[in-house]
């Protein structure tokens, strides 16, 4: 069985693509197979992971408006183990087209499950910073959402707005759809972050991943090069916490009882 996870948040700008391409990358490293569909029309995880936006003759889009099977759009990565689904600009049209289809908001899952069994463990979802069409069928598909924050007050607000849709897909087409909240670009040496993540810790209590992301430019720069941290600069802070993360997140999925094992 295939486990899905998304990745969103409506605030821009909290490591959200870095943290779809990390995770991943940690997990393939644990010899997961791992597939990334890249859902936002910037296309800037296609671009990180050493793919041309628009470079491919089949993106995203065509899996959410032509019903093009997965199978047919994934590409292999330098990386083994790690695929992807790449987006382009294309992409822009579906927010706009995608409500005039008949059961719109669950044809990522119809993808996704058509295609089992998959030859994936983990499937992530990069959302766009939106809460629209797309961002909903990626909730629809999910196992789980992954939440990155920053511990600022802006972006801990936009969590509101992200916990109201959380309940509104489950009370629609995914009541099983789990969430855990993941602080990013922490700096501990300063108060207010301080201040925020133990608010956060208090909010969320074990909503709240234990594994947090710290401030770390080797993380800006590792797109630059099309690589995942881990291949980038693997002893950094950034692979490592992103490794303790991954392993965090195969510890829940176990936990609750769900594939892979």
Not at 154 to 168: E, Q
Not at 203 to 227: A, C, H, N, Q, Y
Not at 233 to 254: D, F, H, M, P, W
Request: aromatic share 6%; proline share 5%; hydrophobic share 40%.
């Amino acid at each position: 069985m295939t486990y899905v996870i998304a990745v969103s948040n409506e605030k821009g700008g909290v490591a959200k693509t870095t943290t779809t391409l990390s995770l991943g990358a940690a997990l393939a490293e644990m010899s997961y197979q791992v597939l990334l569909i890249d859902l936002d029309a910037q296309a800037n995880l296609t671009l990180a992971l050493g793919f041309e936006p628009g470079g491919a003759a089949l993106t995203s889009s065509d899996v959410l408006l032509e019903n093009v099977p997965l199978e047919n759009v994934w590409q292999k990565s330098e990386i083994d183990r790690l695929e992807i689904v790449p987006s382009g600009k294309k992409l822009d049209r579906a927010e706009q087209l995608l409500p005039i289809h008949l059961s719109y908001a669950t044809r990522l899952a119809d993808a996704i499950f058509a295609s089992q069994p998959m030859k994936y463990d983990f499937v992530l979802l990069d959302c766009p910073p939106a809460l629209g069409a797309v961002t909903l069928n990626a909730l629809n598909a999910a196992n789980l959402l992954v939440i990155p924050t920053q511990a600022e007050y802006f972006s801990a607000y936009a969590l509101r707005n992200m916990m109201t849709l959380v309940r509104k897909v489950r009370n629609a087409e995914n009541p099983s759809l789990a969430y855990r909240i993941l602080i990013t670009m922490l700096d501990r040496r300063n108060r207010s972050h301080r201040t925020i993540q133990a608010q956060l810790e208090s909010t969320f209590g074990d909503g709240l991943f234990k594994s947090v992301v710290e401030v770390d430019t080797k993380l800006r720069e590792s797109p630059i090069l099309g690589l995942p941290i881990t291949e980038y600069k693997s002893n950094t802070r950034g692979a490592e916490q992103y490794r303790i993360l991954a392993q965090e997140l195969v510890e829940y999925v176990k936990e609750t009882n769900q594939q892979p094992s």
